[in-house]
């Protein structure tokens, strides 16, 4: 039996260095748990050696030389722990420790590991929202050591706390009330030379709350995690919101920009572990999108603070003027666009924006003239911010709108965002954790936010209930080919014999969600569309401003929201209108998602079946069978959603009988697999399970039934209340009930593909193909990687060794690389390449990259 490991460095004197410090004591405290003592002296029958830099490894193994790189391996009779810096180490002393989960096979597992990063950039972003529910996290010490441990122990090297996220909109807005930390700067500062002051706050809480911010700051930087802080809001009418919580006073239009410079100077002077500080640039920060010299007069306090600073800027209504005074600070300038909306969706970026997306043709002017207006492309997804040659950084913000409150957790998926974070140079990803924004616009209840009703399986604090979730995310981003033991210990620790069942359910339950939200995107905005607890839109529809009317174009049904990628998915309408003109849609339908989600569906239900067949599970395992339950019972009620709204929409457009009655029969099938969702999730989550004050942002599954019941009614008398003209004939409606019906699925297209790597700009590119697929018509389709623009299409030339395509010079004479695909179609079924796995987890196009 092991009792003693003697610690051991490459020179006689120890590695200096804080996160180096901490990881030690973590291994010798998990290392003590299980009875073994870690010391430097004393006998022992391993010896763990410390090494840093460039060191001779053992023939065989090969250390990379790249920041934050580790390895793990033998030398001899001793076990030795390397990082090519301080970063590195870190990581291969918290392995060691984290290893100790697992009860089977050697102490330290599987060796030689040698991992290194494949994105910069992997942060996790905490917001406070909410008075009530998360005051007692914001001072909760001990929490935080748990939850800092945690985000360094799965690699993640930054955190962000966004303050002033509560609310959207600044002006006139009659839904402020708990506005805490929303206009954040009086609440942790004092600054004798201003008169503004917080109704009701007492000197020692305001000193609370700096403290607070001061302990997670040196707290992270002892475990080597970037500190960021989020200051959202910058304003909004402070004199004209009688019923907020807390009235800020003396702020004017002629102290207030100099008090936000001072007080930004003051926080950074007062917490020195502040790296970086993300700014909303829009028109929600307050600020009249503009107002350059605002933003000029705040970042001067950055420029002056004495060291570097990361300026993160939201990427929505951004402009060349503020990129150039953050610029002029010296600093180092980052741009954060959202990875697509405020959702999470497929992994991988999206090949185009909603059509309402596109900028107007006619200028806007005012406090939105540019997120609305010129540079409005830029509010979806990374617009015009990934040119081949750039000065700024650019890391995706992965929102919460698509799933907050059920249990996540795919590896495939998980490695899929990891190597997309670095799409075209970009730096990494900011993921804004489970639960986030619960109790957002005055919502908040006190005891509320652990989710779960059934206190037996409630977890305080939540975020240990999605602690797979973060090993997935951060591990897999920082290495998407890790070996499955990274996660699997962890499961079998928890989980017991229900690891394996449990692994393989949650992964395809977890793909369920984005999979929905990529194809069905009524609303970018994650206060009006959350499709995890989703608000019914109708298939034959009616007008709602909230959750969703107001952000997609009319008519307000199912069959006409538009997908968040409009080039790879078609709306049940633009499915059906092309089927009705005879024309082939060259993108995946919602026939194909609706074999998707039935697959994955199925999956789910066969592992919940070996998971019952257990003579016993874990309260861990029950946590997740109840959330695979209700994902597969959604996963069924979208794909009879799809099903549904197309042969709806066949009956708007030609008032037939027979697709009414069999949209009607798919919308009782969607009816009862709602209902299985209603009832498992009624029976365990709290009744109301608050994002916001609208009612499509609270309550639960149950709450909705009646909406889902209502649509089938509506189905069944549509056509006595509706006399309009049909646009086609019964005959023709005939011939598409058929096709739908027997819509074959998009499959990958076989060939022999044959494109470059790279290009010069203003070079000619050549795409080669060969197939044996003569019949059917193969179309590249290209496009800048610039969601601002839109995608061209070529036909091939033909050659005796294929077909051959190529992209003009004059093309390719911009700032952007291109990316591009490949589709065919015989009129009966349509083939693309790459398009997407069976998985889902990879980007249907290709990339050449700009030399």
């Known amino acids: 039996m092991l009792d003693h490991i003697r610690l051991s460095h490459e020179t006689n004197s120890p590695i ?77 002393l918290t392995e060691l420790a984290d290893r100790l989960l697992d009860q089977e096979g050697e102490l330290f597992g599987t060796l030689p590991l040698i991992e290194k990063p494949a994105t910069r950039i992997r942060a996790v ?123 800020i006073r003396g702020v004017s239009d002629e102290n207030h920009r100099l008090y936000c410079r001072d007080s930004v100077a003051f926080l950074l002077r007062e917490i020195p572990e502040i790296t970086g500080l993300n700014f909303r640039i829009h028109v929600e920060a307050g600020v009249p999108e503009g107002d350059y010299d605002f933003w000029r007069t705040v970042f001067s306090a950055v420029a002056q ?80 911010y990934l040119p081949a040659e750039r000065d700024w950084g ?135 569309y959350w499709p995890e607890i989703y608000s019914n839109v109708s298939a034959v529809g009616e007008y709602q401003a909230r959750p969703v009317g107001f952000d997609m174009d009319g008519p307000t049904r199912f069959g006409n929201a538009p997908s968040f990628d409009s080039q790879m998915f078609a709306s049940p309408r633009t499915y059906v209108e092309d089927l009705l003109a005879d024309r082939s849609t060259r993108s995946y339908t919602p026939i194909d998602v609706a074999a998707w989600m039935d697959d994955l569906a199925g999956q ?76 498992t999730g009624g029976r365990n989550y709290h009744s109301d399970l608050a994002f916001g004050p609208g009612l499509h942002m609270r309550g639960n599954w149950a709450a909705r039934l009646p909406q889902v019941e209502a649509e089938a009614n509506a189905l069944q008398v549509f056509l006595v209340q509706d006399a309009s003209s049909p646009t086609y004939d019964l005959e023709q409606a005939d011939r598409v009930i058929a096709r739908i019906a027997n819509q074959k699925l998009v499959t990958r297209l076989a060939g022999q593909l044959d494109a470059p790597k790279s290009f010069r700009k203003g070079q000619p590119i050549q795409i080669g193909f060969q197939t044996q697929e003569s019949e059917a018509e193969v179309l590249l389709h290209y496009r800048h990687v610039n969601q601002g623009e839109r995608w061209q299409h070529l036909k ?8 051959r395509w190529t992209i003009p010079g004059s093309y390719s004479h911009s700032d952007f690389h291109i990316q591009f695909y490949l589709t065919s179609t015989d009129g009966e079924r349509v083939q693309m390449l790459p398009g997407f796995p069976d998985t889902l987890d990879a980007a249907p196009y290709e990339l050449i990259e700009q030399e």
């Open 394 to 528: 650019v890391v995706f913000r992965i929102w919460p709108g698509t799933q907050r409150v059920l249990a996540w957790g795919d590896p495939l998926f998980a490695a899929a965002y990891g190597r997309s974070m670095s799409f075209c140079g970009a730096d990494g990803m900011e993921w804004m954790e489970p639960m986030s924004f619960k109790g957002r616009q005055g919502s908040g209840m006190a005891g509320a936010r652990a989710g779960l009703s059934n206190q037996r399986l409630a977890m305080f604090p939540d975020w240990q209930r999605h602690e797979y979730a973060y090993r997935l995310m951060g591990r897999l981003s920082f290495s998407p080919d890790a070996p499955p033991e990274s996660w699997r210990r962890f499961l079998r620790s928890r989980l017991g014999a229900a690891a394996e069942a449990c692994e393989r359910g949650l992964a395809a339950a977890s793909r369920i969600l984005p999979l929905f939200t990529q194809a069905h995107g009524p609303s970018i905005a994650n206060n009006c």
């Open 796 to 803: 091939p030339e033909t050659f005796p060794d294929g077909i």
């Open 604 to 679: 789910v239900e066969t592992a919940l079946g070996e998971i019952r067949s257990l003579p016993a599970i874990t309260p861990a395992t029950e946590r997740y069978v109840i959330d695979m339950e209700i994902l597969a019972a959604m996963a069924r009620f979208f794909a009879q959603k799809f099903r549904s709204a197309c042969f709806a929409e066949v009956m708007l457009a030609t008032r037939s009988d027979q697709a009414l009655k069999v949209a009607l029969g798919h919308s009782r099938r969607a009816v009862s697999a709602w209902a299985i969702a209603a009832v």
């Open 16 to 92: 200096k260095a804080e996160c180096i410090d901490w990881a030690i004591d973590l291994l010798k405290s998990k290392l003590a748990e299980h009875g073994i003592t870690l010391d430097v002296e004393g006998p022992a029958e391993l010896t763990l050696q410390l090494r840093l830099g460039k060191v001779t490894p053992p023939s065989g193994i090969v250390l990379p030389r790249q920041t934050e790189a580790f390895a793990l391996y033998r030398d001899g009779h001793e076990l030795v722990a390397w990082g090519h810096d301080v970063a590195g180490l870190t990581y291969a």
């Open 125 to 247: 972003a905490r917001a406070f929202v909410s008075e009530v529910e998360d005051k007692p996290w914001l001072y909760d010490r001990a929490g935080w050591i748990k939850y800092l441990d945690m985000l360094a122990t799965n690699r993640f090297n930054r955190f962000s706390l966004n303050l002033g996220i509560a609310y959207d909109y600044p002006y006139h807005n009659n839904m402020l009330s708990d506005v805490y930390l929303h206009f954040a700067y009086p609440f942790l500062v004092e600054l004798p030379q201003y008169p503004i002051r917080v109704e009701g706050l007492s000197d020692l809480e305001r000193r609370q709350n700096l403290e607070a911010l001061k302990f997670v700051g040196r707290e992270a930087a002892r475990r080597g995690i970037q500190f960021q802080l989020g200051l959202w809001t910058e304003r909004y009418d402070f004199d004209d919101v009688p019923h907020t919580s807390h009235q």
């Open 305 to 384: 603070c004495g060291r570097q600073i990361e300026l993160n800027l939201h990427a929505k209504g951004l402009d060349e003027h503020v990129l150039g005074a953050a610029r002029a600070t010296g600093m180092t300038l980052v741009v954060a666009p959202k990875y697509l909306a405020e959702h999470m969706a497929l992994p991988y970026h999206p090949s185009a924006i909603r059509e309402r997306e596109y900028p107007p043709t006619e200028a806007v002017s005012g406090s939105e003239q540019l997120s609305t207006g010129s540079r409005r492309f830029t509010r979806q997804s990374y617009g015009d």
